[in-house]
């Protein structure tokens, strides 16, 4: 890959490879140094995810897999085997198989920091008092500011003058801003301010890292094993973020117990902040060329980005903001609607939230295979349909077997929507324009993800924190959802040709619980 390429970053896989049996949990979901959630696009994306998050937000096979052991060398040793001989001129497999090796490796102690810590904010706001509001905010008004970090991150990549040096720096400041949350645990409080400052940070550093790991990684990983790869890395981190959810919850409970949960949650903060520092030995050990490590930003030029690519690339992504708007005026609030509302306990509100990601990773075969055979239009019709009605199913029924069905679906119907879209970007947008296309999409999809929390927010804040005002929350927020059916129509009027066409290289990003 030449490295004089502006859009070197994006020359990955094809969304083709993806859709293959080889690799079906999700392979254009990697990590940055670790990742930056997307959900699907969410954080390219929350997570986020959850993105994770994300806001991912950026990610299993179902066996629990060791950090560090058999498992890791297993895979590189069928991955470097598959491109003996192949491409020589590329790297030395000597030299390969320990860059392979130690990027499974951030990967996975990257999903101990989701699991351990990333996706225990909110329930910690609760903890020490900061309210229900704030508690659904933290995941919302740090993405803003992680969204106009990034917006930077590309010039600021050119005064550091190394791809490698800027992500093991971002990922560092992101290991230490579990230090503030460790000292709040112990102390017992922290302020709302010093609360959303550490979010920030840790959000900000982590987007900020994201475009420079994705055009680095490309020159780690050769472009013959790059599906298969992220795909195996993909099934570590889902695992491990998996574990560490689960363990959580059942840490959280026993402190519970024993009247000591604040001490819970800093167990697991420190855990999540070893795990974010080991990101950094591992990644620190990755050997590159300087050819490789130098730095060539691209330049964001935002309108004519905006008329070099096609209506309906305009449309799908006016469509998927605005979306991102109408599910985040609820989804934020779910967290402190389980824990405060229903009054669960940690461990079953880490059954629940574990519910969406198991059927997501179960369901992306099922929806590989509809986008090959059916289009990817079909797909996005699936996803964002079914997605309408989700948020008014949590007020039918407050039993646990119940929101258990919902998460499932909620998980299955986010897979095909993710998959969906994500496709349709690398079909839509050329390549010489994705990266800015991208960039612009981030942009807007943070703000309006910052806006829809804000607005769940005010109505919980003028009509109390109840139970009722909670279901007022969800009910809008489907019926809001309706209102994007004629966007959705407008980006899927003209059928689009099946996945199996879809030769675009894509981005691999991460998301979000």
């Not at 959900?39 to 560090?68: F, H, T």
């Not at 994705?214 to 993909?234: C, D, L, S, Y």
Request: hydrophobic letters at 50%; charged letters at 10%; a positive charge.
């Amino acid at each position: 890959m030449a490295t004089s390429d502006p859009n070197a970053l994006l020359k990955m896989p094809t969304a083709s490879q993806l859709l293959k049996p080889l690799a079906p949990d999700g392979t254009h979901l990697a990590s940055v140094g670790g990742g930056v959630p997307v959900s699907g696009l969410n954080q390219i994306y929350p997570k986020p995810a959850i993105e994770i998050g994300s806001r991912g937000s950026d990610s299993p096979d179902q066996a629990a897999v060791p950090i560090d052991g058999q498992i890791t060398d297993q895979i590189t040793d069928q991955i470097t085997d598959q491109i003996s001989g192949q491409q020589p001129q590329f790297c030395e497999i000597q030299s390969l198989r320990p860059n392979l090796r130690a990027s499974m490796l951030d990967g996975g102690f990257y999903g101990l920091t989701l699991g351990c810590g990333e996706t225990f904010l909110p329930a910690f706001a609760l903890a020490v008092g900061l309210g229900e509001v704030v508690s659904g905010l933290v995941t919302s008004l740090p993405i803003f500011f992680g969204g106009i970090v990034q917006l930077i991150s590309l010039r600021a990549l050119t005064w550091a003058g190394s791809y490698k040096k800027w992500i093991v720096a971002g990922v560092a400041m992101q290991a230490m801003t579990f230090l503030p949350l460790i000292a709040a645990a112990i102390y017992g409080s922290i302020s709302s301010w010093a609360f959303f400052l550490v979010a920030s940070i840790y959000w900000g550093t982590g987007l900020a890292a994201g475009p420079a790991w994705n055009a680095w990684i490309g020159h780690v990983v050769p472009e013959p094993i790059r599906a298969n790869f992220f795909a195996k890395r993909t099934r570590i981190i889902q695992i491990t973020t998996l574990i560490g959810f689960l363990i959580g919850g059942g840490l959280l409970q026993w402190t519970k117990g024993i009247d000591a949960v604040l001490w819970g949650f800093a167990t697991l903060f420190i855990v999540a902040g070893l795990s974010r520092f080991a990101c950094v030995v591992y990644l620190v050990k990755h050997r590159t060329s300087k050819a490789d490590d130098d730095v060539h930003p691209e330049r964001v030029r935002w309108m004519e980005t905006w008329r070099g690519i096609s209506p309906k690339s305009r449309n799908l992504i006016v469509y998927l903001i605005c979306m991102q708007a109408c599910v985040q005026f609820s989804g934020p609030y779910f967290v402190p609607y389980i824990i405060k509302q229903l009054n669960y306990s940690y461990t079953a509100f880490a059954i629940v939230i574990a519910a969406a990601l198991v059927a997501r990773i179960l369901a992306l075969n099922l929806w590989g295979r509809v986008a090959r055979d059916y289009g990817v239009d079909k797909l996005l019709i699936i996803g964002g349909v079914g997605l309408l009605p989700l948020a008014s199913l949590w007020i039918l029924s407050p039993s646990l077997p119940w929101l258990i069905v919902v998460q499932m679906l909620s998980g299955l119907l986010w897979s095909a929507y993710e998959l969906a879209f994500f496709l349709m970007f690398m079909e839509e947008i050329p390549q010489k324009r994705r990266a800015s296309a991208l960039t612009i999409f981030n942009f807007g999809n943070s703000c309006m993800w910052c806006l829809g929390a804000l607005a769940g927010g005010w109505w919980l804040t003028q009509f109390g924190a109840s139970i009722e005002s909670y279901h007022g929350v969800f009910v809008i927020s489907s019926l809001t959802r309706v209102l994007c059916v004629g966007l959705l129509w407008r980006v899927v009027r003209k059928p689009g040709p099946t996945a199996l066409s879809l030769d675009a290289s894509i981005l691999p990003a991460e998301a979000s619980a």
